[in-house]
């Protein structure tokens, strides 16, 4: 009996001691819901590399894009991804990153050119044709260490919101392949939240950073007017035109924008900026929400039984905000009928036509075509849809300085643009927020026009972004919109990671589940 007791005491002596000892703590790594920092992170303790990270995303392009639901989404992989992906992996131990982009696979948009790939802009005009430069966007991105993996499909031109290209065809909605994706973007977005890449670039001229990110329940920022360059990219209006960023946290979408925000000598809008940007990292949102005041704008919450079910979802997500140090000023107006007014303010058609022109000459020798007219003579694009229409309309602009309606339209953004700053003095406001959209993504082959439409950010070039917010009454993805004063973006986007970390509201799409080996613990 007494050995019996001896030995027992023994073992509950060395079970006491193994419980008690530090136990070696297990990270684990999430493709599908993988940062920027999650990324590095596992690359630093020697569970990835960024070429093994490549060839994830390459095997979920195949397995999704190509096969499987068919999403269309890209158009085009770098066929020497993992040769670059190798070499930044031999980079960062030897010499150490270059920034936090180093080794980040990223889909670009193909209105924007890169020339070592094709940029078709989705025109079989063009396709198989590349650039003589690079865009500057891009060239800032090698420079970062960043990897150009994929192009991505587009509405034809960038000219409607629909999703589809003669090159690409029909992109796919990963959460409902019924449902249209959102465009003219929706390469990029599909890309990002199906994880074909870590991050995208899309551009804007009326809702195509904003309107696909909604539909992907990701994160989209379409920065101030002027904060980054536009040369090198497909244009449709030298007003309008953006460049953002799509990803699936607001940190990472910031950290993408601040790679490739700055002046560019090859694109004056971009003076703009010079005096009213801060070298302060836009990745770095401190204390999110705490301090900030933010006005509900209800002029853009459309009214009717059908808008009821999402704006009431939203209103409910925006309750979170005063709950985490922030103030919410609620029923704000302009005054003005802003839902009414958005058919009449864009400029894409009156300025089509010089604004790609002027494109063309940057586009070097090899461009198919050397001026727009051009492209409408050969009759090489999409017939009977909105790309058609623009190209009528833009070839009977005519002088733009002489053009009343054209020149009533700038007046009107205007109008619009300081109207929203004044309501944000009056109120001492840091931004505006309200639904991206009151309704969930129309059914596949229609454009977002109409009740699907919120032109507003483009129109006056005032910063906004995009945070997912749930879903809405059909399981669709649904977002709030975020807009800020002129090249305030380190305060959107503070405000904006304070409400996202309040709600972790982002889905996963069911149409691209987990593939082997994309889940593993270090």
Known sequence: MRHRLALAAILAAL??????????????????????????????????????LVRLYLDRIASYDTQG??????????????????????????????????????????????????????????????????????????????????????????????????????????????????????????????????????????????????????VGIAPSRGLVSRAGVIPVSFTQDRVGAHAKTVIDAALLLEAIRGFDAADLSTAAGLGRTSSQSLAQPGTGLEGKRVGVLRDLFRQG???????????????????????????????????????????????????????????????????????????RYLRGEALEARFEETMKAGDLNRNREYLERLRTQHTIREALIGLMDQHQLDALVYPMKSVGASPIGTADAGVADNNISAVTGLPAIVVPAGTG?????????????????????????????ATHARIQPPATPYRPGERFAY
């Open 15 to 52: 079970l006491a001691l193994l419980t008690s000892r530090p136990q070696a703590q297990t990270r684990s790594f999430d493709l599908l819901t993988a940062t920027v920092a999650d990324i590095h992170a596992a690359v630093d303790a020697g569970a990835l590399t960024y070429e093994r």
């Open 69 to 218: 639901p068919r999403l269309r989404a890209v158009l085009a992989v770098n066929p020497r991804a993992e040769e670059i992906a190798r070499t930044l992996d031999q980079e960062r131990q030897t010499r150490g990153r270059r920034s936090p982009l180093h080794g980040i696979p990223i889909a670009v948009k193909d209105n924007v050119d890169v020339s070592d790939l094709a940029t078709t802009g989705g025109n079989a005009m063009f396709a198989g044709t590349r650039p003589a430069l690079d865009a500057t966007i891009i060239a800032r991105l090698r420079e970062a260490g960043a990897i150009i993996l994929a192009k991505t499909n587009l509405d034809e031109l960038a000219l409607s919101t629909r999703g589809f290209s003669t090159v690409g065809g029909q992109t796919l909605n990963p959460y409902d392949l019924t449902r249209n994706p959102g465009g003219s973007s929706s390469g990029t977005a599909v890309a990002v939240t199906a994880s074909f890449a870590t991050l995208g670039i899309a551009t804007e001229t009326g809702v195509s950073i904003r309107s696909p990110a909604t539909n992907s329940s990701i």
């Open 305 to 379: 039984a059908e808008f009821g079910p999402i704006n009431q979802r939203i209103d409910l997500q925006l309750r979170t905000i005063p709950g985490h140090g922030a103030v919410l000023v609620d029923s704000l107006s302009t005054r003005l009928d802003l839902v009414a007014m958005m058919p009449t303010l864009r400029v894409n058609s009156y300025e089509l036509r010089p604004a790609f022109d002027a494109y063309l000459l940057r586009r070097g020798p090899a461009s198919p075509v050397k001026t727009f007219a051009d492209l409408v003579a050969s009759g």
């Open 473 to 501: 009454p059909q399981g669709l993805p649904i977002a709030v919109e975020f807009l800020g004063r002129p090249f305030a973006e380190a305060t959107l986007v503070a405000i904006a990671h304070g409400f996202e970390q």
